[in-house]
């Protein structure tokens, strides 16, 4: 079973809210999505600091092509400019920066950028930050599926591994949620069997240190029990 209070956890975001934040200052969804870019920057330096290993964000979902052409391409544009410019701020921040999801679909030299801020980054130890662009649960274990080669990939940590692409990936231990939905769209199903979820009606852009240490006090005080009993129960 794992500890109940690991240290070095994984916390993934679903960042809901920036058009709203937007509408309610009168601005453009793309300003919103300016601000959601400086929340994040916010949440990646607060993160190592509280406890948190992994931090596995969303930024755009495969069904986030059905958005209006000019949001998609501002997006597009965002997560190009964040993947160059920030690269130097990860590495001296100690952040391994890697990407989930489908790469053939990007625009012109996002994947490519993606390649190079990888490989910039990748003796980062302080902290995994994981973007999902292009990114649907469902996809990733369709396609997990398909490339299953024997019986050692039908085992939990065999499939896991062609799911998620990574051997040492822990399991999302705390999901989080901005703007007040309640849904998992489609993010990191398989690998949130066991997480606990947190939700909260802050506005993604809003999102700070604060409200991730909150998330992070209460998943410290909620018992996970994997399925078992409570410890006393567990030992009578
Ligand atoms: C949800 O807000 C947010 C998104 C769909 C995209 C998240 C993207 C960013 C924070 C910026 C780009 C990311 C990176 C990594 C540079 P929404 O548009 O659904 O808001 P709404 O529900 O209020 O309309």
């Known amino acids: 079973m794992q500890s109940s209070l690991p240290s070095k956890l994984h916390a993934a975001i679903i960042m809901d809210g920036n058009g709203r934040w937007a509408?309610?200052?009168?601005?453009?969804?793309?300003?919103?999505?300016?601000?959601?870019?400086?929340a994040i920057r916010r949440t990646v330096e607060a993160a190592p600091g509280l406890g948190v290993g992994t931090l596995t964000l969303y930024?755009?979902?495969?069904?986030?092509?059905?958005r209006p052409k000019a949001e998609v391409e501002a997006l597009m544009r965002l997560l190009r400019h964040y993947l160059s410019r920030e690269v130097a701020r990860l590495v001296r921040n100690g952040v391994r920066l890697t990407v989930i999801g489908r790469r053939d679909r990007l625009?012109?030299?996002?994947?490519?950028?993606?390649?190079?801020?990888?490989?910039?980054?990748?003796?980062?130890?302080?902290?995994?930050?994981?973007?999902?662009?292009?990114?649907?649960?469902?996809?990733?274990?369709?396609s997990?599926?398909?490339?299953?080669?024997?019986?050692?990939?039908?085992?939990?940590?065999?499939?896991?591994?062609?799911?998620?692409?990574?051997?040492?990936?822990?399991?999302?231990?705390?999901?989080?949620?901005?703007?007040?939905?309640?849904?998992?769209?489609d993010f990191l199903l398989w690998e949130s069997a066991?997480?606990?979820?947190?939700?909260?009606?802050?506005?993604?852009?809003?999102?700070?240190a604060d409200d991730l240490a909150a998330a992070l006090g209460t998943f410290r005080r909620r018992e996970r029990r994997f399925g078992g009993l409570p410890a006393p129960a567990a030992a009578a």
């Open 23 to 38: 509408a309610a200052r009168g601005l453009p969804r793309k300003t919103g999505h300016e601000a959601g870019v400086k």
């Open 59 to 66: 930024a755009f979902s495969c069904d986030n092509w059905a």
């Open 107 to 142: 625009p012109g030299g996002l994947a490519a950028a993606i390649g190079r801020a990888e490989e910039e980054t990748a003796a980062g130890r302080e902290l995994h930050l994981r973007i999902a662009i292009d990114y649907s649960a469902r996809e990733a274990i369709l």
């Open 144 to 185: 997990a599926a398909a490339r299953i080669a024997g019986p050692e990939d039908l085992t939990r940590e065999g499939f896991s591994r062609l799911v998620t692409g990574d051997a040492d990936l822990r399991a999302v231990d705390l999901l989080i949620r901005t703007s007040g939905e309640q849904r998992l769209s």
């Open 194 to 208: 066991y997480a606990e979820l947190y939700f909260t009606d802050r506005l993604w852009p809003d999102f700070g």
